[in-house]
């Protein structure tokens, strides 16, 4: 059985966050570990509060995990410290963290910063050069390359400024508040789109979380990184088709729509 550790804040609704990681990576069938950085009060209508996990305790966790099961990939999202990012960094530069996927969290869809300027920028210049693939949405790839991305040939520019910063791929998804949910994957000099599907619903809490959760396992099996994205998105997709409809706001995904009828 592949083992996935994800790296990440939990979200007390379930949605989002460590939750819906757990979620994605048992249903494909792994086994899921999790290193909690931050607690946030959160539900489907916004972000309340965060409490940043200690960064010695973040430190400790990794190494309880790296020094007796090794993950075959890991998926980071939320790091809101400085003091994090610098422990999450040093903790898989030191063990050599294969198959690394990154979310870079910043802001959440109800617009509630949730990252400090601080750590946004050891975010991009210390654990970013570190990643197999960088999954910022449109406002995220805005913040990390300083251009506005206004059409398909801006989320291209993006991604390259973004991959020549950092050396890693990256998978700028343009289902933000677009029209089309087709991405782009940056990778060996080169661009390819990826095409997705509209889902006509307003569940989308944890999408981001979801989609990069699914990638790094797909990429534990061994895909090439373009199928990796492809089968990530269809499970996404499915997901978010079921009509869960819970809470009072964007609503979160059903992680089981494939496991459960």
């Not at 379930?14 to 990576?25: F, M, P, V, Y």
């Not at 069938?29 to 973040?58: H, K, R």
């Not at 610098?86 to 030191?94: D, K, N």
């Not at 790094?216 to 997709?237: D, F, Q, S, T, V």
């Amino acid at each position: 059985m592949k083992k996935i550790l994800t790296i990440a804040g939990s979200d007390c609704s379930g949605g989002a966050g460590i939750q819906a990681d757990i979620k994605t990576i048992t249903a494909h069938g792994m086994y899921a570990m999790s290193v909690i950085t931050s607690l946030t009060a959160q539900n489907t209508t916004g972000v309340y509060g965060i409490a940043d996990t200690p960064a010695g305790f973040t430190s400790k966790q990794i190494d309880c995990i790296f020094s007796d099961i090794r993950p075959d990939a890991v998926k980071i999202g939320m790091l809101s410290s400085a003091e994090n990012v610098l422990a999450v960094a040093e903790r898989l530069e030191f063990y050599k963290a294969k198959n690394v996927v990154i979310d870079p969290v910043m802001i959440s869809t109800s617009g509630y910063s949730l990252i400090s300027e601080e750590a946004k920028k050891i975010l991009i210049n210390r654990l970013f050069p570190i990643a197999t693939l960088i999954t910022p949405n449109i406002p995220e790839a805005e913040e990390i390359s300083g251009i506005r991305i206004t059409n398909p040939g801006d989320l291209i520019e993006a991604g390259r400024i973004i991959h020549e910063k950092t050396g890693a791929n990256v998978l700028v998804k343009g289902g933000h508040g677009a029209s089309k949910a087709d991405d782009v994957l940056i990778y060996n000099g080169m661009f390819l789109t990826i095409r997705g599907n509209i889902v006509d619903t307003e569940n989308t809490h944890g999408t981001g979380c979801t989609l990069s959760s699914a990638i790094a396992c797909n990429i534990a099996l061994g895909y090439p990184l373009g199928i990796c994205i492809r089968k990530a998105k269809e499970y996404l997709e499915k997901a978010m088709s079921t009509g869960l409809n819970l809470g009072k706001g964007n609503g979160p995904l059903n992680h089981c729509a494939g496991i459960f009828k």
